[in-house]
């Protein structure tokens, strides 16, 4: 009987093919890195491909490997700020019930992350946008108060436009770095107000401890 060789399994990767693509996820996620700071500067129009071919270090042939336009690389920039940052907030609120405290406390976290680091806050602000996970997470916990009736709004377009427009126009306010942790309460009672929601609820969602920032340098 001739020889057969045996089929390779799905699974099974050849050693330089896995490398070549673990090095295309480290030079992805370079040229996302350094768009952030280019867009934080310039926002979301102005800059060019050759501006962060240059942050990179890449060549202009490297850049369309992985992106076509700038906007790609916008949305994939402010995808994976936002997301690393949220992935982090998850655990924080697992154990909590109530959507609106899950709601004020995320909220609370997202507003520290952005006072506390200022090329975030100014990426965030230049943009007008919280990532899509973000919207994903607060449009869960804004349904699930509309359905328990813990908050009045009843839109769930208009409680979502509420909680991120006045989160997103409160950062770009010069007053976030100087306002400390007190006007991050105030922004949150600010958004919860807006909704509705009743204010001994408030007061508790605004007792709830925070976990400690993560050291500079992470989400």
């Known amino acids: 009987m001739p020889y057969q060789p045996k089929p390779k399994s799905p699974r099974e990767v050849h050693p330089r093919t896995a490398s070549g693509q673990a090095q295309k996820t480290r030079t992805r996620a370079a040229i996302v890195r350094a768009a952030i700071p280019v867009f934080?500067?310039?926002?979301?129009?102005?800059?060019?491909?050759?501006?962060?071919?240059?942050?990179?270090?890449v060549s202009r042939g490297t850049f369309y490997n992985y992106f076509q336009t700038t906007r790609d690389l916008l949305d994939a920039t402010m995808e994976q700020i936002s997301n690393d940052l949220i992935e982090?907030?998850?655990?924080?609120?697992?154990?909590?019930?109530?959507p609106v405290i899950r709601l004020a406390t995320a909220a609370r976290l997202f507003y520290r992350k952005a006072?506390?680091?200022p090329v975030f806050r100014a990426f965030l602000g230049s943009v007008s946008g919280v990532?899509?996970?973000?919207?994903?997470?607060?449009h869960a916990d804004l349904e699930e108060a509309i359905a328990k009736d813990l908050i009045k709004v009843k839109d769930i377009e208009l409680a979502e436009a509420i909680s991120f427009g006045l989160m997103v126009?409160?950062?770009r306010s010069s007053n976030v770095e100087a306002g400390g942790p007190e006007r991050a309460r105030e922004v949150v009672r600010a958004i919860l107000n807006a909704l509705g929601a009743d204010p001994r609820l408030i007061d508790q969602a605004m007792q709830v401890p925070l976990p400690p920032p993560a050291p500079p340098g992470n989400p």
């Open 169 to 171: 126009f409160a950062l």
């Open 40 to 57: 934080a500067h310039h926002g979301p129009d102005i800059p060019v491909i050759d501006d962060f071919v240059k942050a990179a270090g």
């Open 88 to 98: 982090t907030i998850i655990p924080a609120v697992a154990h909590e019930n109530n």
């Open 115 to 117: 006072r506390l680091d």
């Open 131 to 138: 990532g899509n996970l973000a919207v994903t997470r607060a």
